[in-house]
């Protein structure tokens, strides 16, 4: 099974940038849809970003659109979230998983999590 690794994630002030890494472990070609979440506490984990393998098609939660932007570069197999115009709401522990089915945009629906990157947004 493949292994996701995330990186990136810290702490930044409102209205900074950060940008994430999620790449495959082992050697293995990631050629599925690739979904970052993220997870507060005390609050459900929710899909924030999503981007199918070429790439033409993406997916952004209401809450980060205009400043998340998903993207992937293939020969490296990695998936990137960069997140501008941070805000503290977007603190969080941020997960990249691949997609198992397009059902739903639960967790339910994706496989191969990561452990998670801490993003901490401070005011």
């Known amino acids: 099974q493949v292994q996701l690794v995330e990186s990136g994630g810290g702490l930044v002030q409102a209205g900074g940038s950060l940008r994430l890494s999620c790449a495959a472990s082992?050697?293995?070609?990631?050629?599925?849809?690739v979904g970052w979440f993220r997870q507060a506490p005390g609050k459900e984990r929710e899909l924030v970003a999503d981007?199918?393998?070429?790439?033409?098609?993406?997916y952004y939660a209401d809450s980060v659109k205009g400043r998340f932007t998903i993207s992937r570069d293939n020969p490296k197999n990695t998936v990137y979230l960069q997140m501008n115009s941070l805000k503290p709401e977007d603190t969080a522990v941020y997960y990249c998983?691949?997609?198992?089915?397009?059902?739903?945009?639960?967790?339910?629906?994706?496989?191969?999590w990561g452990q998670g990157t801490q993003v901490t947004v401070s005011s």
């Open positions: 981007i199918t393998w070429t790439g033409g098609s993406k």
């Open positions: 082992g050697g293995t070609y990631i050629r599925n849809t």
């Open positions: 998983a691949i997609r198992l089915r397009l059902l739903t945009n639960k967790e339910a629906d994706f496989t191969s």
